[in-house]
């Protein structure tokens, strides 16, 4: 599937009007926890079920870490966020960036699973909140100051709070890597005598 026309600079719109609700600068790194409570969305992380149920927690945390990142859950009239906070802060804002961008897309919630038992979910939905949440963590904006700024990727991730892999897909699928290595070829190209016009 391909997103709908005029998707991405509608994700960088939203990425860009959240940081101006929350009085930042379009190219600032933004608190995904603080952004969840700005929307009323409760982050519940499942190690508060330790205590109900420690072996499936310990099955999720610990054993099969990657069976389970986030679910947004509608609970009694509200919307809430269910964390895996075994997984590194990187992942979590990334996860909570994917479970909030569902919110914001006005998503309908889905049946986790299939009458077959098999995880269920829609393929269409979940590029989109793939992509929104890219850009929640990192809006176009930023992605041109990081690389004009050539600053050390692990230092960005770090301020970000995001994975080199999102910080990469981000610099690629932005444009900003590709808009930099054109202003570099300009700036070092030297035509020879013969290029030049009479």
């Known amino acids: 599937m391909s997103l709908p026309y005029g998707f ?6 939203i990425a860009v009007g959240l940081r101006r609700q929350m009085g930042l600068p379009a190219e600032a790194p933004i608190s995904i926890s603080d952004l969840a409570a700005r929307l009323r969305f409760p982050v519940v992380p499942i190690t508060e079920f330790a205590d109900v149920c420690p072996e499936h927690v310990a099955q999720l945390v610990e054993t099969d870490i990657g069976a389970f990142s986030a679910s947004l ?6 919307r809430i966020i269910l964390l895996n906070d075994g997984h590194s802060l990187r992942r979590q804002n990334s996860d909570l960036a994917h479970e909030i961008a569902h919110a914001l897309l006005a998503h309908p919630p889905t ?3 299939d009458h077959t038992g098999c995880r269920s979910f829609d393929k269409d939905m979940e590029e989109e909140a793939n992509c929104l949440a890219g850009y929640i ?4 904006q930023a992605a041109q100051k990081i690389i004009w ?23 690629n699928t932005s444009g900003a890597r590709k808009r930099w290595a054109q202003w570099q070829r300009r700036q070092t190209f030297r035509p020879e005598p013969s290029d030049w016009a009479d």
């Not at 991405?8 to 719109?13: E, S």
């Not at 963590?137 to 176009?140: E, R």
């Open 8 to 13: 991405k600079a509608k994700a960088n719109r």
């Open 73 to 78: 859950l509608q609970v009694g009239g509200r």
């Open 111 to 113: 049946r986790p699973f």
């Open 137 to 140: 963590l990192i809006p176009n």
């Open 149 to 171: 700024s050539g600053r050390d990727p692990e230092v960005v991730c770090d301020e970000y709070g995001v994975s080199r892999q999102m910080l990469e897909y981000r610099l």
